[in-house]
């Protein structure tokens, strides 16, 4: 089956590390997101992409970084890791018709020491 | 700003009864409102989703509502049943760079 793809699932790391996430898919969409979970706070948009030349800014985007390699392909990147970045972080993607579901990756628990 | 706002934070109800959450956004285009169920350990999952031509669609026990005049939008779960227990989200397209922002959740809590 297509789908969206997360790695590592689980990651410590230590505070002022540089760490990536990366997150494929196979069900061709051309939107990827990231989103980043926190108890209480729900879903917050860190970034999100439409194409490989398309990168835009969401709501929490101080601290980290994206790249779109390919249209399968979108890393998070946290170049200076801190302990309030530990936090259940998803990928999402979908269709470029905007009113279609979007999927989700199976989540990267990050913990920053 | 773009904000969605969902209430109740936490919800518990007995089996059988009713659950309603409900939501509000910003941005008067916005023409797209899914909402997701998040069980424990697992990633979030579309459930129901509405669209702004529509005032109300229903799946079996689950029906949502939407009102575009007040620009609140709500999910109403009937006959609740444990495995209804999950996070669910609601979520809004804003028309400007088509991003999907959410609300902050709801814990569903139903007891047998």
């Known amino acids: 089956d297509a789908d969206v793809t997360q790695t590592p699932r689980n990651r410590i790391t230590k505070t002022g590390k540089r760490i990536m996430l990366e997150c494929s898919q196979t069900?061709?969409?051309?939107?990827m997101y990231w989103y980043r979970q926190d108890p209480g706070l729900g879903l917050q948009l860190i970034y999100y992409s439409f194409d490989v030349k398309d990168i835009n800014k969401g709501e929490i985007s101080d601290g980290y970084s994206v790249s779109r390699q390919a249209q399968a392909k979108f890393s998070l990147s946290l170049e200076s890791a801190i302990p309030n970045q530990t936090a259940l972080y998803f990928c999402?993607?979908?269709?470029?018709?905007?009113?279609?579901?979007?999927?989700f990756g199976q989540g990267t628990r990050l913990t920053v020491v | 700003g773009e904000n969605v706002e969902q209430h109740p934070s936490t919800l518990s109800v007995q089996e059988g009864d009713s659950a309603v959450i409900k939501c509000t956004y910003s941005?008067?285009?916005?023409?797209?409102f899914p909402w997701y169920k998040q069980e424990l350990g697992k990633r979030p999952q579309l459930i129901i989703d509405i669209r702004s031509n529509v005032g109300e669609k229903k799946d079996q026990r689950i029906a949502v509502t939407l009102n575009k005049t007040a620009k609140h939008f709500s999910l109403h779960i009937t006959e609740t049943q444990p495995e209804d227990s999950a996070v669910y989200f609601c979520?809004?397209?804003?028309?400007?760079?088509?991003?999907?922002?959410f609300g902050q959740g709801t814990e569903l809590s139903v007891k047998p």
């Open positions: 979520a809004a397209r804003y028309n400007q760079g088509g991003k999907l922002i």
């Open positions: 941005d008067s285009a916005s023409n797209y």
């Open positions: 999402a993607t979908s269709d470029w018709d905007m009113n279609t579901e979007a999927f």
């Open positions: 069900k061709g969409h051309d939107r």
